[in-house]
């Protein structure tokens, strides 16, 4: 691993401060639906709705929206054009005092929120991985966790166009993964020996981490346990336990983390939304709706996923072990 300096540290910081910029019009533009963007909230009612799986993860690519993030970014209240002074990430939002300089519209503090914890995601991966390829993926997964996340704590949806990157994004990384691996398992096989193609494009795409193969499990785990939790809760509720956008949030996230690490990040997340949603109901802070108080478990996902994808399952496995040991120790020197 090579280590970056403060200079390039610095770099990435900027480089996420505008990602995080990018990102603030998709969690204004991707939840509605008329033509500037700003409209009515999506519907879901579409034929395609109705047919199982199909809609779910199959349909993705050929039914989002990706075309809403083109055109320029304007006031929300005024549709005024914002200029590039007006669009510094951070910055602009203290320049301007917080209101649009047209119509003096208060603008949402999650903006340049967002903007800032997008930079410091992104100096913390390069700090962490160094000038390494898992800033790929890094980079992908904190861009993405920041739409949703921002999305489902403010309308209870995870955009289709969300899980669409990520399932398109990690099967390219699954893909470059295995025929990499495929050439070093070439490069280091002696020029004498006899090529098993077999054992070398199974070991490539199905068996090494990072894999297609790999990919494929943790997509299936990770979809796969959501969607059994979602009919159990449901059946239990009677009502909908959770929403169809944490089942595919978690499926494309497997393709990243792989079934141990998905399976990990769920666990890791139900401990962090469990625990949040202990003060929502203390406090009253949420909203409720047909006797269920409405909750966002999506960013939990998000939040446990990360760090499953810093730490790694191992880790946080043995971390788990010993907390519950220190805890059971003091348990039993309290009795005892």
């Known amino acids: 691993m090579i280590f970056l300096n403060l200079a390039g540290l610095a770099a990435l910081f900027i480089m996420g401060l505008i990602t995080g910029t990018f990102i603030t019009s998709c969690t204004e533009r991707l939840p509605f639906t008329d033509d500037d963007f700003y409209g009515k909230e999506i519907e879901t009612n579409e034929w395609y709705y109705n047919i199982p799986l199909f809609s779910v993860f199959l349909a993705l690519p050929l039914f989002t929206r990706f075309k809403v ?28 005092k917080f209101r649009c300089s047209e119509c ?17 995601f992104f100096l913390y991966s390069g700090y962490h991985f160094g000038l390494s390829w898992h800033l790929v993926p890094a980079f992908i997964l904190i861009s993405l966790f920041m739409v949703a996340s921002v999305v489902d704590f403010k309308y209870q949806i995870i955009p289709d166009e969300v899980t669409a990157a990520g399932l398109i994004a990690g099967f390219s990384l699954a893909m470059i993964n295995s025929i990499h691996y495929l050439f070093e398992l070439l490069l280091d096989k002696p020029m004498n020996e006899a090529t098993d193609w077999q054992a070398l494009i199974t070991d490539a795409f199905l068996l090494h981490d990072g894999s297609m193969g790999w990919a494929i499990s943790g997509f299936m785990a990770g979809a796969g346990s959501l969607t059994l939790l979602y009919y159990v809760g449901t059946f239990i509720a009677g009502t909908d336990a959770m929403g169809q956008g944490d089942v595919k949030l978690a499926g494309f996230i497997g393709m990243f983390l792989g079934a141990k690490g998905i399976l990990t990040a769920l666990c890791l997340s139900t401990i962090l939304g469990a625990c949040s949603g202990a003060l929502v109901l203390t406090f009253g802070w949420g909203v409720r709706e047909d006797g ?12 446990g996923s990360l760090l499953t994808f810093y730490y790694s399952s191992e880790s946080i496995i043995k971390l788990y072990v010993t907390f519950n040991e220190h805890i059971v120790m003091y348990i039993s020197g309290l009795i005892l």
């Open 69 to 96: 993030l083109i055109p320029k970014s304007r006031c929300i209240n005024c549709k005024k054009l914002l200029p590039l002074s007006e669009r510094i990430p951070v910055l602009s939002y203290f320049l301007l």
């Open 292 to 303: 269920f108080t409405k909750f966002a478990f999506g960013p939990y996902i998000c939040a």
């Open 104 to 120: 003096r519209y208060l603008i949402p503090g999650r903006y340049w929120l967002t903007e800032l914890m997008t930079g410091v």
